[in-house]
């Protein structure tokens, strides 16, 4: 029999994976491969094992609080057509009476279902309690799995009708690149890229009082030494440290930030301690110097589970940044706007979750970030209306319904269908944003109003004549940007109602989009220009009143092309939020041209500028420390070609909710080859392709098991072609500038298109 393979993904409330398979396979586990040390309460966490000594689960790496946690599973069978007719799962209290039943507190019998992902149905668990579990499935080829290597998990001390699950902070050693003599009892010391964390120095004095000035920081001078005077948000710190005769290893404490300590801000575990963001470090002193380490702080990230490589190497590099530029910045355990302030923002959050499923296997920080920020909104409206998006993007890349379900009626009022007028369209500036409406969101901030991008006229020294990153977007009473949110909104709703059974709203929502959709081209559109003015007020055209438009499916079929054509005329004149509705405004459009030149751009609004001339190694808030000068440089927003790179230009998506039916649409432009990984719920999406323009389009998928997929292969030509499907030619309709084969099973596929 072929072998057939299993990863389990364990409580989608915190994941972690192990494969198991058909003898005579090896096991094998995967959870954390990339931990070194993980505490918890200062404490190393403990592990268990069972009777022949394997790891089963570092047991307390998550604290579980739902009564029905989530289980999934990954089949891992490279066969074609593979899908799942059914499922057994076990769990218990030890893994060593599951044969037996003793102990077991849910048995699901052997279940028809096609479903890798089930919900608890057993016994009521008990609070801080280690369990167990286990499946093993059937297949349409008429096999039957062994059981699964069994896993474990730990129960919270409260457990609630649902919870998001959270995995502890991650601590690693890390060892310096490169260290030079800047002169006599001077070292210079480059950690190669910047991260959260703090200085651990071991050192030999030989005198009974000695001390040692240790500096970090962010920025280098010309010069090759710390910048001392980095401006903005950027980081500098200078500690004597105080030694003890004898080798002894010292730990240097971060003093607290006051700005981002304060209320509002997320803040670090006792067991971690604060931390700093840094990538240089030098020492002064006549002390020997025998070890300097950097102790960084991420969330769990498994640097495996996505690649990307293409033939541009500026794409490479950018890929690189990006992808690193989402570790690096998941210190706080939530999604936060970076070190200078470390607080929630529903905008930021929504980028960071994208990315995050662009280039981990994680979905449990997205998931508490957003069960945070829904509870806790941030002052604009936009953002607020981003909160939606993410509870859809969250059931589209898991499947799991529990956070739609327990939040309902949260995300009902965060359409803002309460500021609705006569004319269709709502306003925040009308004077239906009362008190009321702003307590139904969990508002208790003040001076709540529409955004557009971040920053804008007047803010931060800019002068008045200066639009910021608005492109001169003309506030009106009716603002294009924030009913375009709002309209996505209610397109999302009226699925996520139909999910939850609530059919009167589904229709409502639906009924509502459709309407609104009407007003919005009605009252927005300027037929002369063939694009959308900012408001009614006003007959000004702005990138952004367009690019959301594009983003968010209000243009009609027949208008796309002027509007796109007048998103390429504005260029990226946007900030690095707005850059990711570009793009995806950009690929929407099918601009597949443009985008490449927007991601690959050399000049100071693009993410190279950042890497090659700027000298970051995690992305900015904004494009430059001139378009924002008290940016900081580790601002999760800027990160976009994270997801937009697998999502878009390589186009691996999700057409049905936990990846069960998935489009494959690369709009590759010039690019010769390109090759991904991407992670997915269901296991790994690779994708690689040969491109000869004018002559071939070679692309080779493997799908993953138990999904059914379409695949679009890009052809603008107009002549004649021939297309196959692993040596064999195949048909296939024709939709715009793609050939498009539907009804794809799982396993691999070579798609040869020749002109």
């Not at 006569?422 to 239906?432: D, E, H, V, Y």
């Not at 910021?468 to 009473?477: A, C």
Request: glycine residues 6%; aromatic residues 12%.
């Amino acid at each position: 029999m072929k072998q057939l393979l299993l990863i389990i993904a364990c409580c989608l409330q915190f994941q972690g994976f192990s494969q198991i398979a058909l003898p005579p396979t090896a096991l094998r586990c995967d959870l954390m491969k990339n931990t070194d040390r993980v505490f918890i309460n200062g404490e190393l966490s403990q592990i268990a094992f069972d009777e022949v000594d394997k790891i089963i689960e570092p047991s307390q790496l998550a604290s579980i609080e739902s009564r029905q946690p989530v289980f999934s599973w990954i089949i891992e069978d490279q066969r074609n057509n593979t899908m799942q007719t059914h499922f057994h799962v076990q769990i218990g209290t030890s893994p060593g009476q599951l044969d037996d039943k003793e102990g077991v507190v849910w048995d699901s019998g052997k279940t028809a279902s096609q479903k890798s992902l089930v919900k608890y149905d057993g016994m009521p668990l008990k609070p801080e309690t280690n369990y167990y579990w286990r499946v093993k499935v059937w297949n349409n080829h008429g096999e039957e799995t062994a059981w699964s290597e069994t896993r474990g998990f730990r129960t919270g001390k409260e457990l609630k009708v649902y919870s998001s699950g959270v995995y502890p902070l991650q601590q690693r050693d890390e060892y310096p690149q490169c260290t030079k003599k800047i002169k006599e009892n001077l070292q210079f010391i480059d950690f190669g890229k910047a991260a959260f964390g703090r200085v651990k120095l071991t050192v030999d004095s030989k005198l009974k009082e000695d001390s040692l000035l240790v500096s970090f920081g962010e920025v280098v001078t010309p010069q090759g030494r710390i910048n001392t005077e980095p401006g903005g948000s950027r980081r500098y710190r200078t500690v004597t440290l105080a030694l003890l005769q004898g080798i002894h290893t010292y730990t240097i404490t971060i003093k607290k930030d006051k700005r981002n300590t304060r209320s509002a801000a997320i803040k670090m575990p006792d067991y971690t301690g604060d931390v700093f963001p840094f990538r240089y470090c030098e020492v002064e002193g006549a002390a020997n110097i025998t070890g300097i380490i950097r102790e960084t702080v991420t969330y769990p990230f498994n640097d495996y589970s996505s690649h990307f490589e293409c033939s541009d190497p500026v794409l490479n590099d950018i890929w690189d940044f990006c992808k690193y530029s989402i570790k690096a910045t998941s210190f706080a355990g939530i999604y936060v706007d970076g070190d200078r302030e470390r607080i929630p923002y529903e905008a930021d959050a929504y980028i960071n979750q994208l990315c995050h499923y662009g280039v981990d296997d994680d979905f449990t920080q997205a998931r508490r970030s957003q069960e945070y920020m829904l509870l806790n909104p941030t002052w604009p409206t936009e953002w607020i209306l981003s909160s939606v998006l993410m509870a859809w993007k969250d059931y589209q890349y898991t499947g799991n319904e529990d956070f739609i379900r327990k939040y309902y009626n949260d995300l009902k009022q965060k359409t803002f269908t309460s500021l609705t007028e006569k004319n269709g369209l709502i306003s925040t500036r009308t004077g239906k944003l009362t008190k009321e409406v702003q307590k139904s969101i969990h508002f208790t901030g003040r001076n709540m109003r529409d955004i557009v991008d971040w920053p804008h006229k007047g803010i931060l020294g800019l002068s008045n004549d200066d639009s910021g990153e608005t492109d001169g977007f003309v506030f009106t009473d009716y603002n294009a940007v924030v009913n375009a949110y709002h309209n996505k909104a209610l397109q999302v709703m009226a699925v996520i109602a139909d999910i939850v059974g609530e059919e009167e709203d589904s229709k409502y929502y639906a009924d509502r989009a459709k309407e609104h959709k009407k007003a919005f081209n009605k009252l927005f559109f300027n037929q002369q220009k063939g694009c959308y003015n900012d408001g009614i007020d006003t007959d000004h055209n702005s990138l952004h009143s367009n690019m959301f438009a594009l983003t968010f499916g209000l243009v009609p079929e027949e208008h796309v092309l002027t509007v796109t054509d007048f998103v390429e005329s504005r260029g990226m004149a946007c900030s690095v939020y707005g850059s990711q509705h570009l793009l995806d405004a950009v690929y929407a459009g099918e601009n597949a041209a443009y985008g490449m030149e927007l991601l690959t751009a050399t000049h100071d609004r693009g993410w190279a500028h950042a890497i090659y001339e700027v000298g970051t190694t995690i992305s900015l808030e904004a494009w430059d420390n001139k378009y924002k000068p008290n940016q900081d440089w580790n601002h999760a927003w800027g990160a976009a070609p994270a997801n937009v790179i697998p999502m878009k230009l390589m186009g691996i998506e999700p057409l049905e909710p936990g990846f069960e039916r998935i489009r494959i649409k690369p709009q590759p432009a010039n690019l010769e080859w390109a090759n991904m990984v991407h992670p997915t719920i269901k296991g790994d999406v690779k994708l690689s392709f040969e491109n000869v323009r004018g002559e071939s389009f070679t692309m080779k998928v493997e799908l993953p098991a138990n999904t059914k997929n379409e695949v679009w292969i890009p052809y603008s030509g107009k002549g004649k072609y021939s297309l196959s499907m692993n040596g064999e030619r195949i048909s296939a309709k024709r939709i715009r500038d793609f050939i498009v084969v539907e009804n794809i099973g799982s396993g691999k596929y070579v798609f040869e298109l020749d002109l």
